[in-house]
């Protein structure tokens, strides 16, 4: 049960949810100065947990873009074709609502991301990468980042055709 149980509290906790969205946020405003429309943020967390999604981010080169990596993972010769179910299952789910919530307000509070009441729309505050992360969460904020880039090139209708989620 000692592997289960921190396994659970590395997914159930906020502080790396913050850092994830703050990578997502930061990757996003590469190629998009205006910020993150919140509503996107909502599929980040969902995404970076699920290891079978996350490995697929890792392998895709970050020119492919997203369309690539979605049609990568329904191709034919993927046996994990309802990968992107999982991305608006697991996104919709209570629970994953409210560790975002918890996420945002902890990175806000942190300044790593600032939130623009007029237009919902999130930004990078603190640009400066952290040194001192695991290996595994290394791993997970390059992956965010990645999927930031990605959703930065697209509308949000277009984020939701390609991914099938809703917003």
């Not at 921190?6 to 910020?35: C, H, M, Q």
């Not at 690539?68 to 996104?91: A, C, V």
């Amino acid at each position: 049960m000692g592997v289960l149980s921190e396994e659970y509290n590395t997914v159930d906790n906020p502080n790396l949810g913050a850092f994830i969205i703050w990578r997502f946020v930061k990757g996003y405003s590469i190629s998009n100065k205006e910020g993150v429309p919140l509503p996107l943020i909502f599929i980040v967390l969902s995404t970076i947990y699920n290891p079978d999604i996350l490995n697929e981010i890792q392998s895709t080169r970050e020119e492919s873009g997203l369309r690539q990596f979605t049609n990568k993972m329904s191709g034919k010769s993927n046996p994990k074709k309802d990968l992107l179910l999982q991305i608006y299952g697991e996104s919709n789910s209570e629970y994953m609502k409210f560790l975002t919530y918890n996420s945002i307000r902890i990175a806000i509070y942190l300044r790593f991301i600032e939130l623009d009441y007029t237009t919902a729309f999130l930004k990078v505050k603190n640009n400066k990468n952290r040194t001192a992360e695991p290996p595994n969460i290394i791993k997970m904020g390059k992956a965010a980042e990645k999927l930031g880039v990605w959703c930065s090139r697209h509308t949000l209708y277009e984020i939701s055709n390609i991914l099938k989620v809703r917003f």
